[in-house]
């Protein structure tokens, strides 16, 4: 099993352009999550999602769009790339919302938005 | 309505312990901890439950003080490979709403041989 996967690692952007980061895990998972990573900021919710053809709105989901067509695809837009989006972004997954099941986490995308 | 965790880093020697805390000014349901080191994912350690018994993972174990609003991470004879950031994570609202965690922003573990 490859667990949790994200694509691109790197991303560099230039101000006002799009992008779609994919995250895809197979582990037959319900939820899936996207935080971003900020210096001494730790980690915020942007986007969750809750099965496949759900999405709701975390701590910080402005600027953000999700999408989650397949059970084990989780994608996230930026429609017009800002300087303040520059960020690591963490996809996460759960078997369900049950409490006690713990998130898995990708291995990331270090985004810079110039 | 984001834990706040103190310190906001701790060195030590091998060999010594440390206490990290996470309070909340919510009522809490649960409490999660994971570690996170430098450029990686986090990693989980443990889930506290409100009600729930103290969780254990190798020589780090946690409590969870439900009047006090708040967790702390022991870290027992510490080993080298404890370094990194620990984070907490509490959801609030009950069992529907468990899965929606918000972090704290972190605190940096140094273990110096």
């Known amino acids: 099993n490859a667990g949790v996967t994200q694509t691109p690692k790197f991303r560099v952007l230039k101000t006002g352009q799009s992008m779609t980061l994919l995250c895809a895990q197979d582990m037959n998972h319900e939820y899936m999550y996207w935080y971003r990573q900020d210096p001494g900021m730790g980690l915020r919710l942007i986007h969750y999602?809750?099965?496949?053809?759900?999405?709701a709105k975390g701590e910080v989901p402005d600027g953000y769009n999700v999408s989650r067509l397949k059970k084990q695809n989780f994608l996230l837009g930026l429609e017009s790339a800002a300087p303040s989006q520059t960020s690591v972004y963490f996809c996460?997954?759960?078997?369900?919302?049950?409490?006690?099941?713990?998130?898995?986490f990708g291995p990331g995308t270090r985004l810079t938005v110039l | 309505q984001q834990p706040v965790q103190s310190p906001q880093a701790v060195i030590l020697r091998e060999g010594e312990d440390a206490v990290i805390n996470c309070s909340s000014s919510k009522a809490l349901y649960s409490v999660h901890w994971y570690r996170q080191k430098h450029g990686e994912a986090p990693v989980f350690l443990m889930i506290l439950l409100k009600g729930g018994e103290q969780m254990r993972h190798e020589k780090i174990s946690a409590s969870f003080n439900e009047k006090k609003q708040q967790s702390s991470l022991y870290l027992t004879a510490s080993q080298l490979s404890y370094s990194g950031t620990y984070f907490c994570g509490t959801s609030v609202g009950g069992y529907s709403s468990a899965s929606k965690i918000i972090f704290g922003s972190g605190t940096r573990l140094s273990i110096r041989p």
């Open positions: 996460a997954s759960s078997l369900n919302g049950l409490v006690g099941n713990e998130q898995f």
């Open positions: 999602s809750v099965g496949e053809g759900t999405t």
